[in-house]
């Protein structure tokens, strides 16, 4: 296709977005938007505390700004600017947010926390803030059916980029801007795009996300503003698709479907790990359980995994509990033994030096499969008395039963929540999962900060 007839895919985006009202919206999507936004404060409130958060706190906060919005489990507010860095850099610390696999990224963290912050300093509606949401998700998620999958391939953290264009949509929908000028600010998002995978594993890869979400703030105030992009930035020639990928699927981004179709696809995490290694870490904890046997009987480790796997969590003997994240052989070691894959605190720097785990670690192999989808792993494990188990979980299936996901995730809202919040977790909670109607967000935020 000659780059000058690639369809208006920017323009197409920014109608469909724009025209989408709560009202419109299917039950199921409201159902998952609220979880999101639960799971989202989830992690957010205990990630406050991370050092990577601590630090940029420090450093942005040391100027001073007009205190607009709120920091989520911190004490004290900042401009919406910085709190949608801070908090979006919070949201994915402990790298336990939603993925979506048509992104190959994490949406609530890029589009939340500017949202957020524009609806507290606004006064925005929790029914325009749903709809908001459900518009950037949408955005986000087609932008990367744009682009994939050499856009990730390549070497860019779609979280970022992708997520600054989504983000640029929530924003924009939130502040009621029509569609040439939703453009305009997607442009603006787009060229402020970035990210790089070589930063897993490190305190850049959480800074992605709030660059996402700030990236895409700043684009819809400026737009709004009169500032001026390419209306057709996702598709214009040294564009970003054309820039940041080989591939150019229009048909897929233009797709007709549901409102709840992308969003019905949100994959929630319920390990504390990248989320490639979400289906290994099932398949190892079910051959623990089928095969009865201690570690110390495993002589040989198998994972088959799909080759995307191999530059993103494939850190072979990690040295420090965020790398452990990104560790196939070490999460599938910590299945096998029966350690705790959920708990924040158990990816510490002393647990990549166990012996055992160390010992189930290095007899591991890997094996990248063409052609397998992109979260499904097969694990297989022979014991000192010649048996031989095998199993295979595709973690990129979402659950079709909303209430059984909802009971989970609010489960794993009080354990990550509680230590931090104690009682005012159940009030935050009820509020959370509860979301909607004419009143504003400001409440909820000063639930979720620390007290002062």
């Excluded at 509606?125 to 459900?134: G, H, P, T």
């Excluded at 110390?296 to 494939?314: F, G, K, L, T």
Aim: with cysteine.
């Amino acid at each position: 296709m000659i780059a000058s007839e690639r369809p208006p895919v920017t323009r197409w985006l920014a109608e469909r977005a724009s025209a989408i009202r709560f009202a419109d919206l299917p039950p199921a999507a409201v159902t998952v938007a609220r979880q999101c936004i639960l799971d989202w404060f989830a992690v957010t409130i205990p990630g406050a505390a991370e050092p990577a958060v601590q630090i940029l706190s420090e450093e942005l906060l040391s100027d001073g700004a007009r205190p607009a919005a709120s920091l989520v489990g911190q004490s004290g507010r900042s401009s919406a600017m910085n709190a949608a860095l801070i908090n979006g850099t919070a949201s994915h610390a402990l790298d336990f947010d939603d993925v979506n696999m048509a992104i190959l990224g994490h949406p609530t963290v890029a589009l939340l926390p500017g949202l957020l912050a524009l609806a507290e300093e606004t006064g925005a509606s929790q029914d325009d803030l749903l709809a908001a949401f459900v518009a950037g998700y949408e955005v986000a998620c087609r932008t990367g059916a744009l682009m994939s999958p050499s856009h990730y391939g390549h070497g860019f953290h779609a979280t970022s980029t992708v997520g600054s264009v989504g983000a640029a949509a929530a924003c924009a929908h939130l502040l009621k801007l029509d569609a040439e000028t939703s453009a305009i600010a997607y442009g603006i998002a787009a060229t402020k795009a970035s990210g790089l995978k070589s930063m897993f594993g490190t305190m850049c890869k959480p800074l992605h996300a709030g660059m996402a979400a700030q990236n895409g703030l700043l684009a819809a105030r400026l737009a709004a503003k009169g500032f001026t992009s390419r209306p057709d930035a996702l598709e214009a020639p040294q564009g970003l698709a054309a820039t940041q990928s080989a591939d150019f699927n229009p048909d897929e981004a233009m797709r007709d479907a549901p409102l709840d179709h992308h969003i019905a696809n949100n994959l929630f995490k319920y390990h504390a790990a990248c989320y490639l290694t979400h289906g290994a870490i099932e398949a190892g904890k079910a051959l623990r359980e089928k095969s009865a046997a201690s570690s110390n009987a495993i002589q040989s480790i198998e994972i088959r995994v799909p080759p995307v796997a191999d530059r993103v969590c494939n850190i072979a003997k990690p040295q420090t509990g965020l790398e452990a994240k990104f560790s196939l052989r070490l999460t599938v070691a910590m299945a096998l033994a029966g350690r705790d894959t959920s708990g924040i605190a158990t990816y510490a720097d002393e647990l990549t030096r166990e012996p055992e785990l160390v010992r189930l670690r290095d007899m591991a192999s890997i094996e990248f499969v063409d052609g397998y989808p992109e979260a499904k792993a097969d694990v297989a494990i022979t014991t000192a008395d010649g048996r031989h188990f095998t199993a295979s979980h595709d973690a990129g299936v979402a659950d079709s039963d909303l209430v059984r996901q909802g009971r989970k995730l609010e489960a794993k809202f009080d354990a990550l929540v509680e230590p931090v919040l104690g009682a005012a977790t159940a009030t935050l909670r009820a509020a959370l999962t509860g979301l909607g109607g004419d009143a504003g967000v400001s409440a909820i935020m000063k639930l979720a900060g620390r007290a002062q």
